[in-house]
């Protein structure tokens, strides 16, 4: 209890006590709300030594484990808040809400849902015995192990189970990637990005929340929210090594040239964007310097053209989902692309900037397109579908 109470102590107030303790002695609500307030004690204290690097302190409030893991994560913030707590005797359970923020890069700290599981000892005091992502919230890179960090010119990148010097070539890569994007974007952005390395395909569906299933295959995601607010999170690029490691390395730098132009453009993404524009965007970006042809970045749409097979429409956002038909999938990137490659050539470069950022700064879906078709090129949906099926056909039907 608080102020270290102890409940042998003589009196009606000792007897009242030990009822407390085992009862609730009519006063079940205060017992709780003690009990949060000593369990919130412990979690700031236990913040308090991660922020001062003090490992001694930390493991004062329980399990060091976690503290070994993430300590070469430079952290600038890191606070619980305990939101509610289940004791069960000696024994407890807790919700809370983790919020960090990594030095240098997020904006806002980064908010998830954990579950803690908690003891006391022998002289009533509070203890964290595990400390683990709450329901369907995905992990944190911690979970899964001892953190690496590397610090680029640009980037951050963190893995677990990579060595040092493959997380230096992402860097490398990462580096490549930031300037590139704000050569062509501009350079109203952050400029850095921080780059996430799991061990494994399983590893980076664990801190997606999602089925490895749904990304196999997929050598990047970028995570974070969409909107113009300008303080949402930094984005996390989060790479899935197997797929990534098989990629050549023109390959490995038009995936971080994309994921790098989704961190870029965040702010002026937002719900009114249709993924083909968003995506098709990241690609333009990603091949620029690649010196890809049209029908060696876009082979199975090639293929389709080839065959007679031209789309009536641009593609449409659930023909993006990561669980679909992978050809089908493979198509709508690709016809995303053209999409953003013909603007650039027809209306210039500048107009598609311009393009992007008007389409998602409408305040919905509904006409953001149409309306930005009209003020930013000069034209309707319907002519801008034409021209862009003529361009697939005159394109990739060679």
């Known amino acids: 209890m608080a102020g270290g109470r102890r409940a042998w102590r003589s009196g009606a107030a000792g007897l009242c006590l030990l009822l407390l303790t ?107 015995a595990a400390d683990k992502p709450a329901g369907k919230s995905g992990q944190q890179l911690w979970d899964q192990g001892k953190v690496t960090a590397v610090k680029g010119a640009h980037s951050l990148v963190l893995g677990v189970g990579q060595s040092r010097d493959t997380l230096r070539d992402y860097a490398g890569l990462a580096d490549t990637a930031v300037p590139e994007v704000s050569k062509a974007w501009g350079t109203d952005w952050t400029r850095r990005v921080v780059l996430v390395v799991p061990q494994s395909l399983n590893g980076m569906a664990g801190l997606l929340g999602a089925p490895a299933s749904n990304y196999r295959g997929i050598a990047a995601v970028t995570t974070g929210e969409a909107g113009g607010s300008g303080q949402a999170p930094a984005d996390r690029v989060i790479l899935n090594p197997e797929a990534y490691a098989v990629l050549g390395s023109v390959g490995k730098q038009v995936v971080l040239t994309h994921e790098t132009t989704h961190v870029a453009t965040r702010a002026h993404t937002s719900a009114a964007t249709p993924l083909w524009l968003s995506e098709g965007y990241a690609d333009w970006i990603g091949y620029l310097d690649s010196g890809r042809t049209s029908t060696e970045a876009a082979p199975e749409l090639a293929r389709a053209v080839r065959d007679g097979d031209v789309p009536e429409d641009l593609p449409e956002d659930k023909d993006f989902g990561f669980t679909d038909d992978p050809t089908k999938l493979a198509e709508a990137y690709e016809g995303g692309w053209l999409a953003c490659r013909m603007i650039a050539a027809h209306w210039g470069e500048e107009r598609l900037g311009a393009f992007y950022r008007a389409v998602g700064a409408h305040q919905g879906r509904t006409g953001a397109v149409e309306d930005a078709l009209r003020t930013e090129l000069g034209t309707t949906l319907p002519d801008f579908t034409a021209r862009w099926r003529d361009y697939l056909t005159d394109r990739l039907g060679g």
Do not use: N
């Open 22 to 128: 085992l009862t609730g002695c009519g006063g079940g609500k205060a017992a709780t709300g003690s009990a949060m307030a000593e369990v919130q004690q412990v979690l700031d204290r236990r913040a308090a030594a991660v922020l001062g690097h003090d490992e001694g302190a930390y493991a004062e409030t329980g399990t060091r484990s976690s503290y070994v893991d993430l300590r070469a994560v430079p952290l600038a913030e890191w606070s619980y808040r305990l939101t509610a707590l289940h004791p069960d005797g000696a024994e407890a359970t807790a919700d809370a809400q983790l919020r960090y923020r990594i030095q240098g890069y997020d904006k806002a700290p980064v908010t998830t849902d954990r579950t803690l599981t908690l003891s006391r000892t022998a002289d009533g005091h509070w203890y964290v």
